[in-house]
């Protein structure tokens, strides 16, 4: 059984640091990309950041590049969402999720519950 649980979320403030954690079980890790996306209430799903398979390749969009750090360990299970510049835009339901294949144009399967996270001073 795929499962994906999402940790970190909560209380943070403009401008500060945020570090999620996702950890993934039911599946062999290391074979499929994987993608932090984020919801708010009202809105489709945004794609914040994604990962390869192999954890070494990170794809990055316009908005958050530079802003947003993914990265993982396969050993763990786990892969991780960073920022040290949070902004009250930022504020929403974060989701992890396993690719159906082992790259990001593949769609994806499988999401966890989320982790909520409230960006406010």
């Known amino acids: 059984q795929v499962q994906l649980v999402e940790s970190g979320g909560g209380l943070a403030q403009p401008g500060g640091p945020l570090r999620l954690s996702c950890v993934a079980s039911g599946f062999t890790f290391g074979n499929y990309a994987k993608t932090w996306f984020r919801q708010v209430p009202g809105k489709g799903p945004e794609w914040v950041t994604g990962?390869?398979?192999?954890?070494?390749?990170?794809y990055d969009t316009g908005a958050a590049k530079g802003r947003f750090t993914i990265s993982g360990d396969n050993a763990k299970n786990t892969v991780y969402l960073e920022t040290n510049s949070l902004k009250t835009g930022n504020t929403g339901m974060y989701y992890c999720a396993k690719h159906a294949t082992n790259t990001k144009a593949s769609g994806m399967d499988y999401w966890g519950g989320g982790t909520l996270v409230t960006i406010s001073s």
């Open positions: 990962i390869s398979s192999d954890v070494r390749v990170t």
